[in-house]
């Protein structure tokens, strides 16, 4: 089931909704505006020596969805799959 995020980006001055769901190896975030990103879950660090609860999967995602948001402001439109 797909854990709903939505925190707000000072950078871009705006709001930031999505998802994402996790296999426990790699993260899967998006939002139908913005499209979708996946990383592992060792993008912020090593996994393995620091375990990723849910407050760690949370950052991930809004990380990644805060990139997706920083791409669509650069082009200019959404990237919608």
């Given at each position: ?21 996790s296999d ?58």
């Amino acid at each position: 089931m797909p854990r709903h995020v939505s925190f707000y980006d000072e950078s871009l001055g705006k709001q930031v909704e999505g998802s994402y769901t996790s296999d426990g190896k790699v993260i899967h975030a998006g939002s139908g505006t913005l499209g979708a990103k996946s990383a592992p879950l060792g993008y912020l660090g090593n996994a393995n020596t620091f375990p990723v609860d849910q407050e760690g999967q949370d950052l991930l995602a809004q990380k990644l969805l805060s990139e997706l948001a920083h791409r669509e402001a650069k082009n200019g439109h959404a990237h919608g799959h």
